[in-house]
């Protein structure tokens, strides 16, 4: 996107990024000497449209691309993502969407149709690459046609019947340091798309969509929905379940207490605190591998923690984990003060 306004003799100096974005996306653009401007979310879960508008408006042909994860990390459509794509175009702006969602529209959507001009389209969670845990972060990078030229080489490319080598492109943004990802992830996800097919891949999304759906259902009227309309309500989410903690906060049990208790329960806790836009967020994303019976058996865990911090168990909740090789620590010691060579007779955890 850069190499691409540049040649036009344009170079512009904003990215516009959604407030509830991965923190991945800020950064990039920040890496790549551009300067942030956030775009809020309304009460809604979604892209504040005119808000972004206004912000486009004010900073026009400054503006050199919006960062958009769709669907949102809240768990979300935007349902304003052609409206958004338009306007970004009508100043010369480029909408690059982040594709970690990916899973809960794969096979269903054709995002150039929704007006996306890069995308990054990550092979975890999605395309079979294990979700977190440290697996090899991975995706091809696609992009519209007018900004082709403008990738880095070497290229493999399609032509005469053949297969080409392009190592040299005048227009490129040049070589980069390392190979463009991780080769076994990319054998792996090629395989995943062809053993699943066309419309395997539409019931990943379909299954992925489902099970949210079905998890969203049976915790609403225990855990607080940010975004789901109330407790007596359905509004549905895409590929994941996002609650909070304000209704076990006034018992004296937050996020972290929830998740610490969850190990004794023989879960990994769902992600903890993110989108930063929701206070105290347990986003939950169950993807199409879960079966009913397993749904069910996270949700009964779920349901009766959440009875437990309403009722006259909080305190203990304080003390889990009390079944792990580890008793709880003080993470924000250890990560701001590790120790990282162990020594005889010192504490065996991180931070004392």
């Known amino acids: 996107i ?9 170079p512009r100096k904003v990215v516009l990024v959604s407030d509830g974005a ?48 769709n669907p949102s990390t809240c768990g979300l459509f935007e349902p304003d993502v052609k409206r958004i794509a338009a306007k970004l ?28 001009d890069v995308m990054q389209f990550n092979l975890h969670k999605t ?13 091809p990078v696609a992009v519209v046609e007018s900004l082709r030229p403008y990738l880095p080489v070497p290229r493999v490319v399609h032509q005469d019947g053949a297969y080409a080598l392009v190592t040299e492109d005048p227009h490129s943004i040049g070589r980069i340091k390392a190979f463009h990802g991780h080769f ?5 996800a090629l395989a995943y798309m062809l053993s699943h097919g066309g419309d395997g891949l539409q019931q990943v999304a379909e299954d992925a969509v489902l099970n ?22 359905h509004e549905p989410c895409m ?24 190990l004794d329960e023989g879960y990994h806790p769902m992600t903890t605190y993110f989108p930063l836009v929701v206070h105290g967020a347990m986003l939950v994303e169950p993807t199409e591998t879960e ?57 065996s955890h991180a931070a004392e």
Request: with cysteine.
């Open 2 to 10: 850069r190499k691409a306004h540049a040649a036009k003799g344009k």
């Open 212 to 233: 949210a759906n079905y998890l969203l259902a049976r915790l609403k009227p225990h855990l607080n929905a940010p975004f789901g309309g109330g407790a007596d309500k």
């Open 184 to 188: 076994g992830m990319m054998v792996r």
């Open 22 to 69: 991965h923190g991945t996306n800020p950064a990039t653009a920040v890496t790549c000497g551009y300067t942030i401007k956030a775009v809020p979310t309304n009460a809604l879960g979604h892209v504040d449209f005119d808000a972004f508008c206004q912000v486009v408006d004010e900073l026009s042909e400054d503006i050199a691309a919006f960062m958009l994860t």
């Open 291 to 347: 079966s009913k019976a397993e749904l069910d058996r996270f949700a009964d865990v779920m349901i009766a923690l959440a009875k437990r911090a309403k009722g006259d168990e909080a305190a203990s909740f304080k003390n889990a984990p009390t079944l792990a090789p580890m008793r709880r620590l003080d993470e924000t010691r250890a990560a701001r003060q590790p120790k990282l060579r162990w020594r005889a007779n010192a504490p």
């Open 89 to 116: 175009h009508e100043v010369g702006a480029y909408f690059y969407c982040d594709g970690a969602n990916f899973n809960a529209i794969v096979g269903k959507v054709r995002p150039s149709d929704l007006g996306v």
């Open 239 to 262: 590929h994941e379940a996002l609650f909070d903690d304000s209704n076990l906060r006034t018992h004296g049990v937050e996020t972290i207490d929830i998740a610490k208790a969850l």
């Open 127 to 139: 395309f079979s690459t294990p979700h977190g845990g440290g697996g090899p972060g991975c995706g």
